[in-house]
Every structure is written in structure tokens, then in C-alpha cells.
């Protein structure tokens, strides 16, 4: 059974900075493209950030490009995210994902697992 848990959301004020983690199980990590995705209240999952098994292809919304950074240590099983100049509008529910494809892609659709989520609010 595959798992992906993530971990280290939380209140932060606007400019500050959190790392959130996503512990894989239950499948070859090391394998798959990753990706987190986010969801505000009253709006659609927006794609984050992706990156491949490897860690040598990411990917970025604009929104969050040049403060975001996305790794992977596939022998811990696990993706993290470091977001870094927090603004107000990065408040919501931040979920993992793994793809079904080796493909870095953006599309919702793509990823076949995913994480029961973690909530980020930035307070202004």
C-alpha cells in the first residue's frame, strides 16, 4: 500500500520561511517524479513544483520561482520543500504527489498517489 506522508506545516508570518517533508512508502521511491500541489480555500489544486527521480529536472509555477526550492533524498524515501519569503497569498493546504510517468509534468492528472495534506498559513 502506498503512503505519502507530509509534515512541517504551520502559521507563519508573511516574509518567513518552512520546510515541508513527504515521507514515501509502500513503492520504489527513487523511481517516480514527485510534486507538491497546493489548494486554497474556494479554489482548484495548483500545481508547485515537480521534480524527477533524479533530483536533475525541476520544475516551478511562477508564482513561487525564486522562492521555493524542491529536493529529494531518495535514500531516506522522502521530497522536501523549502519555502522561503512567504506571502499571504501561499496559504493553503500543500499536498505530495507522485507521478505515474518519469515525466516532469504539471498536470494534476498525471500524478496517481498522493498525500492527505498539510496546512501552511501565512499570516500578513
Known amino acids: 500500500q502506498v503512503q505519502l506522508v507530509e509534515s512541517g506545516g504551520g502559521l507563519v508570518q508573511a516574509g518567513g520561511s518552512l520546510r515541508l517533508s513527504c515521507a514515501a512508502s509502500?513503492?520504489?521511491?527513487?523511481?517516480?517524479?514527485t510534486g507538491w500541489f497546493r489548494q486554497a480555500p474556494g479554489k482548484e489544486h495548483e500545481f508547485v513544483t515537480a521534480?524527477?527521480?533524479?533530483?536533475?529536472?525541476?520544475h516551478y509555477a511562477d508564482s513561487v520561482k525564486g522562492r521555493f526550492t524542491i529536493s529529494r533524498d531518495n535514500a531516506k524515501n522522502t521530497v522536501y520543500l523549502q519555502m522561503n519569503s512567504l506571502k499571504p497569498e501561499d496559504t493553503a493546504v500543500y499536498y505530495c504527489?507522485?507521478?505515474?510517468?518519469?515525466?516532469?509534468?504539471?498536470?494534476?492528472?498525471?500524478?496517481?498517489?498522493w498525500g492527505q495534506g498539510t496546512q501552511v498559513t501565512v499570516s500578513s
Open positions: 504527489a507522485v507521478a505515474g510517468i518519469t515525466t516532469v509534468v504539471t498536470a494534476r492528472g498525471f500524478y496517481k498517489y
Open positions: 521534480i524527477s527521480w533524479s533530483g536533475g529536472i525541476i
Open positions: 509502500g513503492l520504489t521511491f527513487s523511481r517516480y517524479v
